[in-house]
């Protein structure tokens, strides 16, 4: 069975910097985990769900605009680790972060597979 476990969550100040890692397990072969499209998406309490940065196979990358120019997602194939590196961090960035595997060979508007259970960040003024 396939799962998502990230890591690295945690309280930081303002203008700090954390490294999320996602790592999967299960995965039918290193190439069903390198054909996904990887995502990293957050949620505060009482705010819905964003998608905050994805990966496709082909390493390409997009990101929430609040997020461009301070986080960058990147995967390690071999691995089957997902990363999301943040900095400058800011107040409205606390929430708790999720990673997801998109469906197997789709793009990344595809349906999600898989979730991990998430990892609390907590950004202090």
């Known amino acids: 069975q396939v799962t998502l476990v990230e890591s690295g969550g945690g309280s930081v100040q303002v203008g700090g910097s954390l490294r999320l890692s996602c790592t999967g397990s299960?995965?039918?072969?290193?190439?069903?985990?390198?054909?996904?499209?990887m995502k990293w998406f957050r949620q505060a309490p009482g705010k819905e769900r964003e998608e905050v940065a994805t990966?496709?196979?082909?390493?390409?990358?997009s990101y929430l605009d609040s997020v461009k120019g301070r986080f960058t997602i990147s995967r390690d194939s071999a691995k089957t680790t997902l990363y999301l590196q943040m900095n400058t961090l800011k107040p409205e960035d606390s929430a708790t972060y999720y990673c997801?595997?998109?469906?197997?060979?789709?793009?990344?508007?595809?349906?999600?597979?898989?979730w991990g259970n998430g990892t609390l960040v907590n950004i202090s003024s």
């Open positions: 997801a595997a998109a469906s197997f060979r789709f793009t990344c508007a595809s349906v999600i597979e898989y």
């Open positions: 299960g995965f039918a072969s290193e190439y069903n985990y390198n054909t996904r499209c």
């Open positions: 990966i496709d196979k082909t390493g390409v990358t």
